[in-house]
Every structure is written in structure tokens, then in C-alpha cells.
């Protein structure tokens, strides 16, 4: 679920506010009307409701949301991290990725530096990676350093799942792991 920018939920609110505020104005500048009693009920209603919308729109806690990457079709210039228009490389997802609970979702294919994913690739505390089987989804860093590198994670439900890891490199004679966490 996507939240509405919060001049929009404010406006709407304000909206719901300001009919009733009309008819007080008519009130005062005319004092042979009285409100009846259904009129003030009335009012109490969309007070409520207005004050369930500036809840809604303006504390929302941001909600699990499943992202998508394809290195064959995925576009960081044009693409929106939606199954129908994915982003091109992880990186640039984990970037415009925020908050917790979400899941990054990497279609077949290679994501390497050629296809410019920048190593190490920072895996963020509470999204998850998941490739579409480790012998199609594959993210090699060409022999360039670690590959992922996860520090800080504490969430646990974030889960790194269902690709291959490999091209981790570095100075001869010394052993890297693929991922630092």
C-alpha cells in the first residue's frame, strides 16, 4: 500500500472541515437561525471522520510492499519496482527501497557490473532477496570484492534466498567470502 503525500490527505481533510465552518459564519451573521440538534450531530460525524483521516494520512506506518528487479528487461531510468515495470539492477532497488518488511524480487538473469551493479552490493535490515531459483538468478561480481555485504541486520524476517553468489575476488593469496555480514 502506497501512502498519499501529505498535503493531499490534509486537503481532504480541510475539505471535510471547512462545509460546516460555512454554515457557522451564517450562523453568527444571522442569529434568528438556531442549529437543531440533527445539524450538530451531523457536524460531530465528519469531525469524526476528518479525524480518522488526518490518522490515516499523516501517522501511516509504511506496509510490506514486494519489489521486482529483471536484468533482461528492467529499466533504473524508467522503471517503477513493479512486476510489470522492474528496475534493472539491485543496487539502484535497495536504494529507493525504504523502511522494513519488503521483499526484492530478482527475475532470471545475470546481475554483474557490466550490467551496473555497483560491489559490494549493501543488503538493507529488513528487505529480503529473493532470486527465481539459484541456477537462473545470478549475481557475480566478477572477481571485483565481496559481493553482499549486510551490516546491521536485525530484522529477522529479512532473508537473502533462491540465487547463486559467486565472483567475490580481492588480492592474491588472500580468501574472501562472497558475503560479509
Request: with cysteine; hydrophobic share 40%; glycine share 10%.
Amino acid at each position: 500500500m502506497r501512502r498519499l503525500p501529505f498535503p493531499l490527505g490534509f486537503f481532504l481533510t480541510l475539505f471535510l472541515i471547512f462545509p460546516d465552518s460555512v454554515q457557522e459564519f451564517r450562523q453568527r451573521t444571522n442569529p434568528k437561525k438556531t442549529m437543531t440538534g440533527s445539524r450538530f450531530r451531523h457536524k460531530s460525524i465528519r469531525a469524526m471522520v476528518a479525524s480518522v483521516l488526518v490518522l490515516f494520512f499523516c501517522f501511516q506506518t509504511a506496509s510490506a510492499d514486494n519489489y521486482y528487479v529483471n536484468a533482461s528487461t528492467g529499466s533504473d531510468s524508467a522503471g517503477h519496482g513493479a512486476q510489470s515495470s522492474p528496475w534493472k539492477t539491485i543496487t539502484y532497488a535497495l536504494n529507493q527501497i525504504s523502511g522494513s518488511g519488503h521483499t526484492l524480487y530478482m527475475a532470471a538473469g545475470t546481475y554483474n557490473p557490466t550490467l551496473g551493479e555497483t560491489f559490494p552490493i549493501l543488503v538493507k535490515n529488513g528487505v529480503s532477496l529473493v532470486g527465481g531459483g539459484v541456477d537462473v538468478s545470478i549475481i557475480d561480481a566478477n572477481s571485483t570484492e565481496i559481493v553482499l555485504r549486510c551490516v546491521g541486520i536485525v530484522d529477522v524476517s529479512t532473508r537473502i534466498d533462491g540465487f547463486t553468489i559467486k565472483g567475490a575476488g580481492g588480492a592474491p593469496g588472500f580468501t574472501y567470502l562472497p558475503v560479509r555480514c
